[in-house]
């Protein structure tokens, strides 16, 4: 079996020119070879055989040149594929280093102006504190960014560790809601919803962390009034972790894709709420890790709902 997959293997290496002659001539071979024997075994007439080979010459030219069409057509059906494929993939490249360029400038400029500012005589303690609050989330933003980033070159290179400890999952969302509470809209409160505080489960906190940050992040962006709502449930096999939103929606055409590197559901409307295109796909390759999955549930106006469940045999401390 082993030797069966080398040759397969070795064969996909030949050019596909060469791999082409070398079938049309073993082809050709055959067919010489065997249709001289058939036709001799029909006929020793000259000239009932000078007919056959003549018809058999235009028969194995008809043939072949549909054998060929049709295995030249499916081969450059697949090449025009991989090229349309990889000019979308460098679109969002470029489009996601455009992006990135703006998102990194935003929070930087933030940070270096209010800094400066701070710095100058008769800054009242307000407003001082305006400032600072201003520098903090803008370094909170810079590092989600720098985050993304790493989180997706160490996903590409397959170099990511889990690092299992335990913890109560009542004691993640607590600082998940921590951590976003003093960034929340005047006008979107953020809820959090657990069962069994004492559940103890043993996993990888900081990925599961990411995760939620991940999430959360999102629906802040979107969401312009209403709620949020983190939270989980505790099944008969697994859990079942949620960050809820009445924000804008996304349309269902966009649930599968959206979940894929570089893409956003609407370029538009990203570029007006910032953005780099990474944190689904990572959730995705996170939740990959850890065994588990992750959809979600939402149309336009309608707010979203993001799910992501691991089986419980897999958390038991």
Partial sequence: MSKLIKIKLSYKRIPFEYRLSVIYLIVGCLWILFSDQ???QLSNDEETLRI???????FYVLITAIALLLFVKEHLKRLRYAENLAKENEQLKTAFIENMSHELRTPMNAIVGFTEIARTEGVSMPEMRQYLDIILNSSKQLLSIVNDVMDTSLLESGNVVLK??????????????????PVM????????HTEGESFMV???????TRIFHNLVNN????????????????????VVFFVKDTGVGIDPAFHQSIFDRFKQAEIELSKRTGGTGLGLSIC????????????????VGAGSKFYFSLPINTLRA
């Fill in 38 to 40: 058939l036709a001799g």
């Fill in 52 to 58: 056959i080979q003549l018809y058999k010459g235009w």
């Fill in 164 to 181: 299992n400890e335990q913890f109560t999952l009542q004691n993640l969302i607590e600082n998940v809601h921590a951590y976003f509470s």
């Fill in 185 to 192: 809209k005047d006008n979107v409160s953020l809820l959090t």
């Fill in 202 to 208: 043993c996993t990888d906190r900081e990925k599961m």
């Fill in 219 to 238: 629906a802040i962006k979107f969401t312009h009034r209403g709620r949020i709502e983190i939270g989980y449930r505790i099944g008969s096999k697994d």
């Fill in 284 to 299: 995705k390759e996170m939740m990959k890790l850890l065994g588990g999955q992750i959809w979600l549930e939402s149309e």
